[in-house]
């Protein structure tokens, strides 16, 4: 038998850990292109993911605003009541 036939014959357990190298390989590969269409992405000025409300765990500036606007309305409406008592 040659080369190829050794191959060919591989218990069971040298077959799942040649399948378990060959997922992690697969992943690593994916990863590795995902982090290249990232970094090309990010060259090409393509950055939605950033500013993105539901992709980040930065809050919009809008929403600061409104939240800031609303506390001060209450603060307001707070001072008024203590001025009035």
């Not at 050794?6 to 799942?16: A, D, I, L, V």
């Not at 995902?34 to 950033?50: C, P, R, T």
């Not at 930065?58 to 939240?67: C, I, S, W």
Request: proline letters at 2%; a positive charge.
């Amino acid at each position: 038998m040659g080369l190829m036939s050794n191959w060919f014959y591989k218990t069971p357990h040298e077959w799942r850990l040649l399948l378990q190298k060959g997922r992690t390989f697969e992943l690593t590969i994916k990863i590795r292109l995902l982090v290249a269409s990232v970094d090309k992405a990010m060259e090409m000025g393509i950055n939605w993911w950033q500013s993105d409300s539901y992709m980040t765990s930065r809050p919009k500036e809008a929403e600061l605003e409104m939240e800031n606007k609303m506390l001060k309305e209450k603060l307001d409406r707070i001072e008024e009541k203590i001025k009035v008592e």
